[in-house]
């Protein structure tokens, strides 16, 4: 009960919070405050990945060594089904190196996308205990799918290196890279944003990656496809404003020498843009609702 000696509106805590300068701690900050906050949650952010691939594979007798098993085992599942079966390495030169570029990339986009979309919804406990930017655990889990990743350019630089040689070319993957890593996490932000409202995106997902993996010219040089066929020339424009068939063109020219026959049009312009576009675009869209995450 207030005394009299206390003025109207003393207990009120509104008033209260006024008076001493408190703001509520799941207010969305200015934007430029919350990359500054995300910016010095950094070492959070790597630490989190390192433990989640850890806790990956701690289970697993083979350990780590799935890191590069998964997406070698990947490979020839999808070489013997399209590659042998359906003959669509003929005319392809070096079709293994071919195959696995494409598949490393699109699964590096894949994997950001259906993991990032849980990354919310998995952490609740965490989020509703500690202040935190939110962003941080879907960027944990874009760079534990980057540590893959590296993991399977390695591979690959290998079998290049045997079949190819090595050239001074390969150092524009590093560029590819960063561009696809850049566009990772703004589709993943926006991923993990609708994953957190819409839980039935995780079952809807598996089918939109599917559709866009058979349409990003994975297993086949899309170019010389269409060329057979006798498509007009703004049907290989279309396609080629495809992002993941972009960031896969880039990472092929930058590999293999014969692929610059069948390159797509524009494919780094394309791949720059769509980088800052999404990363900006992904960004702003999971700031929004900052202060919606975590509630019940």
């Given at each position: 009960m207030p005394t009299a000696a206390e003025p109207t509106g003393a207990t009120d805590p509104a008033a209260l919070a006024e008076r001493y300068g408190l703001s509520?701690?799941?207010?969305r900050p200015p934007l430029n405050s919350y990359l500054r906050e995300l910016w010095s949650r950094r070492?959070?952010?790597?630490?989190?990945?390192?433990?989640r691939t850890y806790a990956m594979y701690a289970g697993a007798r083979l350990?780590?060594?799935w890191q590069v098993l998964t997406p070698l085992l990947n490979a020839a599942v999808y070489y013997l089904a399209f590659g042998v079966l359906l003959g669509t390495k003929n005319g392809i030169d070096n079709y293994v190196?071919?195959?696995?570029s494409g598949i490393f990339v699109f699964t590096f986009t894949q994997r950001c996308m259906t993991e990032g979309s849980r990354s919310l919804a998995l952490n609740l406990s965490l989020i509703r205990t500690l202040h935190f930017p939110r962003a941080t655990l879907p960027l944990?889990?874009?760079?534990?799918?980057?540590?893959q990743m590296l993991v399977s350019l390695c591979l690959l630089f290998v079998i290049v290196g045997f079949t190819d040689g090595i050239s001074w070319r390969w150092l524009l993957v590093a560029p590819a890279m960063v561009l696809q890593t850049m566009f990772n996490i703004g589709i993943t932000l926006v991923c993990a944003r609708v994953g957190t409202f819409v839980s039935d995106i995780s079952q809807l997902l598996p089918f939109v990656t599917r559709t866009w993996l058979y349409a990003s010219g994975i297993f086949f040089s899309l170019p010389a496809k269409l060329a057979e066929v006798d498509a007009p020339s703004w049907v290989i424009k279309v396609l080629a404003l495809n992002p993941i068939s972009a960031y896969i063109d880039i990472v092929r020219r930058s590999l293999?020498?014969?692929?610059?026959?069948?390159?797509?049009p524009h494919a780094w312009t394309i791949a720059i843009v769509w980088s800052f576009v999404m990363l900006v675009a992904g960004l702003v869209y999971f700031w929004r609702a900052e202060d919606r995450y975590g509630r019940g």
């Open positions: 509520k701690s799941s207010i070492q959070f952010v790597l630490s989190y990945a390192r433990a350990g780590s060594f190196a071919f195959l696995l944990a889990y874009v760079l534990n799918e980057l540590n293999l020498a014969e692929h610059e026959a069948n390159e797509l």
